[in-house]
């Protein structure tokens, strides 16, 4: 079978080999989906293999740790290779990252979920998401608010009690954690997301 | 025992010019990424998505009209590489694996394609961008997407693999499920087509 190439069929192949130019924001929503995927799987690991309340947290814990890591690793690099587009500082008014700003109406306090505002300071920012476990790591469930007179955007979540991880998305592209917030850190993988306790665990 | 790189897995075969595939000093070669990334190391699957990303997204935007739809065939061919790695055999070469994942995407996106385009009114898009003619080298350009898209889908999805990823025809096989000689034989043809169409076109 012939497959010869002549003039013609050299300068398509010229014209189609050039790699396309990357969009940063539509390669963190591939991670962002292998990360949430990646939370699914262990999510009904937990379910098959841990019946008690307290395993299934702690498992789920060190499933969104892995989660976040994932995303985290890639747009690390993604970071390092382009200049951050925002500069975000903390509040000069040390402030608990996680103010709980009431309960919601339940019968199982231990259960019900509970109101948590998250605030991050980046005058820059043109958007800014909070990403999670609690929202399948799914950069439209939580956009934040934000106050043009301090800089500041915020967010009020409902959550259940228990440990969550979690990272501000800035612009679409730069993953954070929660300046802050304890950081989930894992030894493996370098950098994690944010880690808040909601009621007792 | 430390197990023995299997550098066929990755990269002998890739184009000089892409430069993003080769691999730079001082960073592990891809079957050791794979190696990793099958083995539940997060930061490695990420670094294989770092390679082989652009490559396809060029696949992906060749075989599909919109770059959402391109984007998102990729981003659902990574989400199933990593749900499928536990049961890729190491044996296999990894390239001609992802692109089997990848232009199956593709041909199903192609056909969400087409069932939308059945809903668009006559006129409303036009089919491709039309050239305003004051640049040659876009008009080119633009006359080999036309001459492409006109291309039966297998047809471009065989000389897309041959000569723009510069799969061999028994990757190729691997990848389509179709055999070496039928391959050969979608090559040949999306090649006379091309070479018709384009002909006709420098004539004009």
């Known amino acids: 079978m012939i497959d010869e190439r002549d003039a013609v069929i050299d300068r398509v192949v010229e014209s189609l080999r050039p790699l396309p130019v990357v969009d940063d924001a539509a390669k963190a929503r591939l991670l962002i989906a292998v990360a949430a995927e990646r939370e699914r799987d262990r999510e009904s690991a937990m379910r098959r293999?841990?019946?008690?309340?307290?395993?299934?947290?702690?498992?789920?814990?060190?499933?969104?740790?892995?989660?976040?890591?994932?995303?985290?690793?890639?747009?690390?690099?993604?970071?390092?290779?382009?200049?951050?587009?925002?500069?975000?500082?903390?509040?000069?008014?040390?402030?608990?990252?996680?103010?709980?700003?009431g309960s919601d109406a339940g019968t199982d306090a231990e259960t019900a979920p509970q109101s948590v505002e998250l605030v991050l300071r980046a005058p820059s920012a043109s958007n800014v998401r909070v990403v999670g476990d609690f929202n399948g790591w799914d950069q439209d469930h939580a956009p934040m608010k934000r106050d043009a007179a301090s800089g500041l955007w915020s967010v009020t979540l409902s959550l259940r009690p228990g440990r969550h991880i979690y990272a501000f998305v800035v612009d679409d592209t730069l993953w954070m954690r929660d300046p802050r917030a304890p950081a989930a850190k894992d030894a493996d993988f370098g950098r994690p997301g944010s880690v808040m306790l909601v009621g007792r665990p | 025992m430390t197990r023995p790189h299997r550098l066929r897995l990755l990269g002998a075969r890739e184009p000089a010019e892409a430069a993003p595939l080769s691999v730079p000093s001082g960073e592990p070669p891809r079957s050791v990424l794979v190696h990793a990334a099958r083995?539940?190391?997060?930061?490695?699957?990420?670094?294989?998505?770092?390679?082989?990303?652009?490559?396809?997204?060029?696949?992906?935007?060749?075989?599909?009209?919109?770059?959402?739809?391109?984007?998102?065939?990729?981003?659902?061919?990574?989400?199933?590489?990593?749900?499928?790695?536990?049961?890729?055999?190491?044996?296999?070469?990894?390239?001609?694996?992802?692109?089997?994942?990848?232009?199956?995407?593709?041909?199903?996106?192609?056909?969400?394609?087409?069932?939308?385009?059945?809903?668009?009114?006559?006129?409303?898009?036009?089919?491709?961008?039309?050239?305003?003619?004051?640049?040659?080298?876009?008009?080119?350009?633009?006359?080999?997407?036309?001459?492409?898209?006109?291309?039966?889908?297998?047809q471009r999805e065989a000389f897309l693999m041959r000569h723009v990823e510069d799969l061999s025809y028994?990757?190729?096989?691997?990848?389509?499920?179709?055999?070496?000689?039928?391959?050969?034989?979608?090559?040949?043809?999306?090649?006379?087509?091309?070479?018709?169409?384009?002909?006709?076109?420098d004539r004009d």
């Open chain 2, 170 to 201: 028994e990757d190729m096989s691997v990848a389509t499920g179709v055999g070496v000689s039928a391959l050969k034989m979608r090559v040949k043809r999306a090649c006379d087509a091309l070479r018709a169409r384009l002909t006709e076109v």
């Open chain 2, 39 to 154: 083995g539940g190391d997060v930061r490695a699957f990420a670094a294989l998505v770092d390679a082989y990303y652009a490559r396809s997204l060029r696949f992906a935007l060749h075989m599909l009209a919109s770059r959402d739809d391109a984007e998102e065939a990729v981003q659902d061919t990574f989400v199933r590489v990593y749900k499928a790695l536990p049961k890729y055999e190491e044996r296999e070469a990894f390239e001609p694996w992802l692109f089997r994942i990848l232009a199956n995407r593709c041909r199903s996106a192609g056909a969400r394609e087409r069932r939308r385009a059945e809903f668009v009114e006559y006129g409303d898009v036009p089919e491709r961008p039309v050239s305003s003619g004051h640049d040659d080298a876009i008009a080119w350009r633009e006359e080999i997407g036309i001459a492409l898209a006109a291309l039966p889908e297998e």
């Open chain 1, 49 to 101: 293999h841990a019946p008690h309340r307290m395993s299934r947290w702690i498992i789920r814990g060190t499933g969104v740790v892995a989660a976040a890591a994932l995303i985290g690793a890639i747009l690390l690099r993604n970071t390092q290779q382009t200049a951050a587009p925002v500069r975000t500082a903390v509040s000069p008014t040390p402030a608990p990252a996680v103010r709980l700003a």
